[in-house]
């Protein structure tokens, strides 16, 4: 992608987020006092999640981890990744006795086993991840404490802020259900880019006979049978992008892999799935408010890509609502 | 041995009752109708349009010097229309107290099929022929959609097509 490309995907998504609250979500409508408190980062008005989470007596947010460059592209590793779900039948039994460090994953040729040990790469990994942190850190506070810090300046600004109840769909609970540094799928559909938390990730399907059932809406591409249970497809271009979706565009798309939403059966076919990294939080434009986008839990700055916020996305699928309705 | 294995399926389950669907192909899809309603299989012939009628009625034929309406099945269920060729039939069934024929791409076959292999439709429809579904059943990897006959018109239209 062009300079040019990246700059107007990212203001796309930054645009998204920014969208004024509107009518039907009144619950999530953002107080005023509250935005005059944050502290815009000088970029594009957002405020990080870590900066409005800065410890007293720290005004900049500290530098958690150097390894903050995602790694590049990686199709192995995506190929291991991916590959462990179509021979899942056979190695059912064996899958829950393997195990692969979470660096593997970006740098040599493992047997994973399956996609859904990501979940266990992740919690392995978090060992590890907080071990980095507190050498980085050079603090005796652990984590747990740190959090709890964190939690405490997050209520009082709640009560300083006198905001009301945390609107359903907004990121708080997402941002907080992370580590600080945790790894995100991105994936392509019609040449957008999106990126989904691993945590949140249920497993990657290779696209094979989708059935169509009618009556259904535009974006629900149809059935896939995976592992004795019906899989609902979305076309993801058609649910993320309707505006702009036509039917030129759907004809040049070419769906090749499903991504499953959690462990729920819903998935979203994607084109192309690009590769596995670890971000920091502090990379993401977290979203501050409900507003239209539930779905859309932030944007992550260097691949300037929207982050999905799985669990709010299930809910309007189960729903049958698009990415533009509101929920209620 | 297909068939003994459908009978052994017939006799085991006796609290698990065993229906009997008929299948047939729409655009390469299978969907499948309750046995019961089905009175018999046609090869396409003529249908005579009717002037006036819904946009749904393809026209009606002559079965044996009875009238039968039949149902534009593609159209119903918001598919592309598509040439008549050898494999077209017309299943002629009974809903709502009314017989009527169905045109689909072709008949495949006749399938048994327990309670407990039926899975619900994905609830996400909002158009009216999100109601024609009864169920999906997987089948030798292959889905198949059940479809409610009766549903296949709403009350007007059945009312509808009693005058025609």
Partial sequence: MSNSVDETVFNYFSLLLTEPDEEGISAGKPDAKREQAAVPDGQNGHT?????????????????ITQATPTPLNKLALEQLLAPVTEIASEVGTQTTSKVELKTLDTKPVGVETVTQAKSIQTKSESQVEQKIKEKLETSASIKQEEAVVDKVELAAALQTQTGAIPPGVTEQLVEQLDDEFQVLFFKVAGLTL??????????????????????????LGVQTHRDSQLNVVDSG????PEKYDDELAQSVDYQYIVLLEDSN????????????????SEVNWRTKAGKRPWLAGVVKEQMCGILHVQALIELLNLGLGSQDSIG | MADAKNVAAVAAG?????????????DNETYGINVMQVQEVLRYTEIAPVPGAPHYVLGIINLRGNVVTVIDTRSRFGLPSAEVDDSTRIVIIEAEKQVIGILVD???????????EIDNAPNVGTEESAKFIQGVSNRDNELLILVDLDKLLSDEEWMELAQL
Wanted: net charge positive; glycine share 6%.
């Fill in chain 1, 195 to 220: 990126a989904v938390p691993l945590v949140s990730l249920g497993g990657i399907v290779k696209v094979d006979r989708i059935n169509h059932i009618m009556g259904r809406p535009a974006w629900y």
């Fill in chain 1, 238 to 241: 058609a649910w993320v992008m």
């Fill in chain 2, 106 to 116: 072709s008949v495949a076959e006749v399938v048994y099929l327990r309670g407990s």
């Fill in chain 1, 48 to 64: 990080p999640a870590l900066k409005r989470q800065s410890l007293p007596g720290q005004s900049e947010p500290r530098p958690v």
């Fill in chain 1, 266 to 281: 819903w998935g979203l076919a994607c084109e192309s799935l690009v590769n596995s990294v670890r971000i920091l939080k």
């Fill in chain 2, 14 to 26: 006796k609290d698990d009752e065993v229906l009997q669907w008929v299948t047939f192909r729409l």
